[in-house]
């Protein structure tokens, strides 16, 4: 089923209706009881670069909120361009990748409210992905849309130490092999069903627990359209199981000692599905206030997975033939990864005194670098990152 893609001027007026519905005074409330729009600009970029992929990633976000006699209110609108090139290898087939370009344009709004003691919010994204000049023949047109839905509710219970959060999602995506605008293979489509529950607990004045298990299920064509494997001498389009159960579980403990500026947090991950993988993986960071407005953060982060039931090294026996499942993704191999990063938070606040820039004081900019030491047949990757948060006063 071909979606049809709404643009981001499409998106807007929805926005505008969910907002004028929420922020609009009715007449039985007194109109002092109305606070001013907040909004909220951010504006992210960010960059990933490996042997096999590299990805830029520009992204811009509004918020806007207001409180009102009910509680708090907050519209939004998102925009993410996702240009990727390079991102399939192709298992036995060719010795190095070919070059595949694809564009990922995502948009989305938003709605959400909270009363201080209940929070909930709802949400759509629709994205359209797009190969240009595919291995240099010059043809293009797009070959993937999606569309999701999502919403959550939240609980503060205990004075606000406690926080409950439940999510739920449901997406569906249309993938193709398309050139010229003809589609030269339809892949099919697939439906993802989403389920989370999050607990946070304030354990004392500088201790916060939190724990999560989330649980997925996926119906659908779930390989790579434009990946190739070499099966006992012949190349063939990878084959993977249509349906795909996913749990995560994980915890994570966060400490400050304000006596030191700093703060510690070590978090654990245990993933298993029903393709036989299972990952676990440790996260250790750090934060250290160099500066009243300046703050560091370092960490590491070791993930360790099996592989896929179907996965092999190497599908070049005759017997291979008879394999019906097969793949090329080194993500359903195992391996191990090592990752090291740093970023820089600057607290805008030390603008407020500087007469242009002033309008950016309500805010935080931050820089973020990362390298993983990865030993698949992707190589080892760097990540690099931007954001750049604040608030506009009306």
Not at 162 to 167: F, G, S
Not at 229 to 253: K, Q
Not at 263 to 285: A, N
């Amino acid at each position: 089923m071909q979606l049809s893609r709404p643009r981001l001027s499409s998106l807007l007026p929805l926005a505008l209706v969910l907002g004028g519905a929420a922020l609009v005074p009715g007449s039985a409330a007194g109109a002092d009881r109305w606070g001013r729009p907040e909004f909220v600009l951010e504006l992210r970029g960010n960059y990933y670069y490996e042997l096999s992929t590299r990805v830029y990633e520009p992204m811009v976000s509004l918020d806007v909120s207001l409180d009102n006699p009910a509680g708090r209110t907050t519209v939004g609108v998102d925009y993410t361009l996702d240009a990727v090139t390079s991102a399939s290898l192709n298992f036995g087939v060719m010795n190095q990748d070919q070059l595949v370009s694809e564009y990922r344009n995502e948009e989305a709004v938003s709605v959400s409210h909270d009363t201080g003691l209940f929070a909930a919010g709802a949400s759509y994204r629709f994205s359209k992905e797009c190969v240009y000049n595919y291995l240099g023949t010059g043809m293009h047109s797009c070959d993937y849309v999606a569309g999701s839905g999502s919403g959550f509710v939240e609980l503060r219970l205990f004075g606000d130490t406690m926080l409950l959060r439940a999510v739920g999602s449901h997406g569906h995506d249309d993938v193709f092999k398309r050139f010229g605008g003809r589609v030269v293979d339809g892949k099919g489509r697939l439906d993802t069903w989403y389920g989370g529950l999050y607990w946070t607990q304030i354990l004392d004045r500088t201790t916060i627990f939190r724990a999560s298990y989330d649980l997925m299920f996926q119906d659908g064509f779930q390989a790579n359209a434009y990946r190739r494997v070499n099966v006992a001498g012949i190349n063939l389009d990878e084959r993977h199981p249509l349906m795909r159960w996913r749990h995560t579980g994980a915890f994570a403990l966060k400490h400050r000692i304000p006596e030191l500026g700093a703060t510690l947090e070590v978090g654990y991950r245990y993933y298993h599905d029903d393709w036989k993988i299972t990952g676990q993986d440790v996260d250790l960071k750090t934060y250290v206030d160099l500066t009243p407005w300046l703050e560091l953060r370092v960490g590491y982060r070791f993930y360790a997975q099996n592989a896929a039931f179907f996965w092999k090294p190497s599908y070049g026996g005759i017997e291979d033939a008879e394999d019906p499942l097969f793949t090329g993704d080194p993500k359903l191999a195992p391996f191990q990864t090592h990752t090291l990063g740093a970023r820089l938070e600057l607290d805008l606040d030390v603008l407020h005194h500087v007469p242009l820039l002033r309008v950016l004081s309500n805010g935080w900019l931050d820089f973020h670098y990362d390298y993983m030491f990865q030993n698949n047949s992707y190589g080892n990757a760097h990540m690099i990152g931007f954001s750049l948060w604040f608030k506009i006063d009306p």
